[in-house]
């Protein structure tokens, strides 16, 4: 997969070096291109940012250079344009299941803004060339799109195929499509089996796998009850056996 990335601020993304999708780099699995949107700029101080058309606070990303970068990165009537991804709070929410979609394409573009956004012209501009997806992580805001823009690669490199070692650890996360879809994962445990008094739970070294995948079950249907109400909410009445509803 290729991931263009357009930025004010390049060095967020030294963290792209580290670790598993460091790794994924290396091996030519992800292919990340990180680009400076002042490269875009034709005057003496760079300017990225002006005052906003109507009032208020804070500066607007002017349309001028992004409209430039993007052209540049994604030469206009290619007939098999990446997909935009414009990390802001006012998006559509990330999950797992749009880290999985995104996971499958070849080419994504990600557009980081800073202060108030971007000119929103540059969004239906490039929507006349290109899928573009407005992007949410939640309800909070952050000072600028370069660490969604992480958080999201992150979410997407780990499911690349060959990018993981063991490819279960996937398909058991929280949230991943299938059947541990809609619970949170419950405690884990490694050795030793005693810990500043506190021992493993019993039934981890029973060698009893049914017994210890009821229990993990009971754990999660418990953490997810705690944490998260809203997910048992959505759970069909399927979803859930005799046991399940007396945990
Ligand atoms: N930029 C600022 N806040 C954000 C958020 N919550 N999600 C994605 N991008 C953002």
């Known amino acids: 997969m290729r991931i263009d990335l357009v ?25 990340v291109h990180v680009h400076d949107l002042r490269d875009w700029t034709h005057d003496r101080h760079r300017t990225v940012d002006d005052t906003p058309y109507g009032g208020g606070p804070g500066m607007v990303m002017k349309p001028e250079p992004w409209g430039e ?11 098999d344009p990446p997909r935009l991804i414009i990390p802001t709070p006012s998006g559509r929410p990330f999950t797992q299941a749009l880290a999985a979609s995104y996971a499958a394409e070849p080419w994504l573009v990600v557009a980081c803004g800073r202060y108030e956004g971007i000119d929103y012209r540059v969004v239906e501009d490039a929507r006349t060339r290109m899928p573009v997806d407005e992007v949410s992580l939640g309800d909070f805001v952050l000072a600028g799109g370069e660490v969604a823009a992480l958080v999201m690669i992150e979410a997407i490199g780990r499911l690349l ?12 996360d929280s949230f991943a499509p299938g059947a541990m879809e809609t619970f949170l994962e419950g405690p884990v445990y490694t050795k030793p089996p005693v810990w500043r008094e506190r ?11 049914g017994a210890i995948a009821r229990w993990r079950r009971d754990e999660a249907l418990r953490r997810t009850a705690r944490y998260r109400p809203d997910l048992l909410g959505r759970l069909a009445p399927e979803d859930l056996d005799e046991r399940d509803r007396t945990v």
């Open 161 to 172: 195929p060959g990018v993981l070692g063991n490819a279960a650890s996937v398909t058991d």
């Open 69 to 79: 970068a993007l052209d540049a990165i994604v030469p206009p009537h290619r007939s």
């Open 7 to 31: 930025t004010i601020f390049p060095e967020y993304f030294a963290a792209l070096d580290i670790s598993l999708l460091g790794k994924a780099r290396r091996t030519g699995l992800l292919d």
């Open 199 to 209: 021992p493993v739970p019993d039934i981890l070294l029973s060698g009893h796998h």
